[in-house]
């Protein structure tokens, strides 16, 4: 964990060796560019076992679609599939549509060997953050975070989120040595195992200012803290 100003973005750039002794055409530096499309759409995947190869499964069909795969959840006989388009909505007709599309695929699949209850959904309000543009797109609102790696020997944060920088996710957290300033840390994006906006006034105002209400689908209505009890609960 660290905390530091934030500096503009530099291009990867690799330098090769320059010959002294006359020997060939003499090269001036190489550069290295990186998708940098490819990397902010890079997604927190924590899912394992069937989770996994739901996602394996889905992740194509919903790019096909023009959606993207959120994150999915197994908990108890529900298959839990949050979905969104690149401009964070997912109507109800967004849902209906993977779901006839996809329901057939992992039918034959047969990923979950039992009967089981399929739920597509969008994010809703207080959504998990699972790409660096998210923590870009909410900055300044209330974010709690959880490593999966400690960081200064903690794996739980909490505080104001400031954005995405060079594979950092940036947030003023209280200062743990009792100043008043608040302290802005950045943690590794790669070694984040779930992010989530805390729900406030501030954030249901933002949303309703950002995305027509029918956008949000029926993830408004799911219940994440009720999630990860019953997940607790199948686990043991």
Known sequence: MYAFPKSPIAPLRIHSHHRSDGV??????????????????????????????????????????????????????????????????????????????????????????????????????????VRPTDFETWAGHDVKLELAVPQAGRKRFRGSLEGYHAGEVRLYIENPEGGKEPLLVGLPFADIAEATLVLTDALIEAAKARLPEKA???????????????????NG
């Open 24 to 129: 060939g055409p003499a090269r001036g530096p190489l550069f290295l560019y990186v998708n940098m499309d490819e990397i902010i759409d890079q997604r927190i995947a924590r899912e394992q076992g069937p989770a996994a190869r739901v996602a394996a499964l889905a992740e194509p069909v919903l790019k096909d679609m023009g959606f993207r795969l959120v994150r999915i959840k197994t908990f108890g006989s529900t298959v839990q599939i949050m979905a969104e388009r690149p401009d964070g909505t997912f109507t109800i007709d967004d849902c209906e549509k993977f779901s006839r599309g996809f329901s057939p695929m992992l039918d034959v699949a047969d990923i979950i060997s039992a009967k089981y209850h399929l739920e597509i959904s969008s994010p809703g309000i207080d959504r998990p953050l």
């Open 216 to 234: 949000y689908g029926d993830g408004a209505e799911i219940d994440e803290d009720q999630i990860k009890l019953e997940e607790e609960n199948d």
